[in-house]
């Protein structure tokens, strides 16, 4: 057994330069508030709205750093509060994603594809995935132990690069539907 952290995300935003001036203002730069395990990764002080057909969702995070192309990371529930079908998806997979708009506190943009559920999925070195033979995109299993059982989670999809420090990341509604702690005990299970 290994000793790994397990983030826990909120449904957030990454949005792109050009679209975070049309939300802001041109010129705009996020407020750093909290240090994300990924080197250069925090969340922001600010938040924004997102609206689907149905509803709305007020106060969603926003992360850094820019992307090309914004992109919403939703929980499975807020398909049904939202009124789309967003797919799950590894985070950098938008192709035929579902659209959405936010609106931020001067504007806001229609994103015609950027909303997904958040697959679960661990980010790894290539000396780190070499020690436990894992391969890039490869789906994996996890137990997660504790002094009376073991929580097993599937489907977790291993991303593998130089800059990234090992993290498995799940969503806040993941975490609220197994309890799973922070820095817990995990192994691998091919």
């Known amino acids: ?7 826990i995300y909120p449904r957030h935003i990454y949005l792109s330069q050009k679209d975070a001036g049309i939300l802001f203002w ?3 730069e996020l407020t750093k508030k909290k240090k994300l395990p990924q ?21 969603v995070t926003v992360f850094w750093p820019w992307k090309k192309q914004s992109q919403v990371e939703l929980y ?14 590894i985070p950098w997979d938008l192709q035929n994603s579902a659209s959405i708009t936010l609106i931020g506190p001067i504007g806001k943009v229609d994103l015609q594809q950027g909303a997904i559920i958040s697959q ?8 780190e995935a070499q ?3 894992l391969t890039s995109w490869q789906d994996i299993k996890i137990s997660i132990g504790n002094p009376k059982n073991n ?36 192994e691998i299970i091919l």
């Open 26 to 28: 041109k010129g705009f």
């Open 120 to 127: 679960k999925h661990l980010t790894i070195t290539v000396s």
């Open 151 to 186: 929580i097993f989670l599937d489907n977790i999809i291993v991303n593998i690069r130089d800059n990234y420090t090992l993290d498995c990341i799940i969503t806040a509604e993941e975490w609220n539907t197994f309890w799973i702690q922070p820095w817990a005990w995990w």
């Open 76 to 89: 499975d529930s807020d398909n049904a509060i939202l009124g789309i079908q967003a797919p799950k998806r």
């Open 39 to 59: 080197p250069g990764y925090f969340t922001a002080e600010e938040q924004l709205t997102i609206k689907g057909p149905q509803w709305v969702i007020e106060n």
């Open 1 to 7: 057994m290994v000793r790994i952290p397990i983030s």
């Open 131 to 133: 020690e436990f033979w």
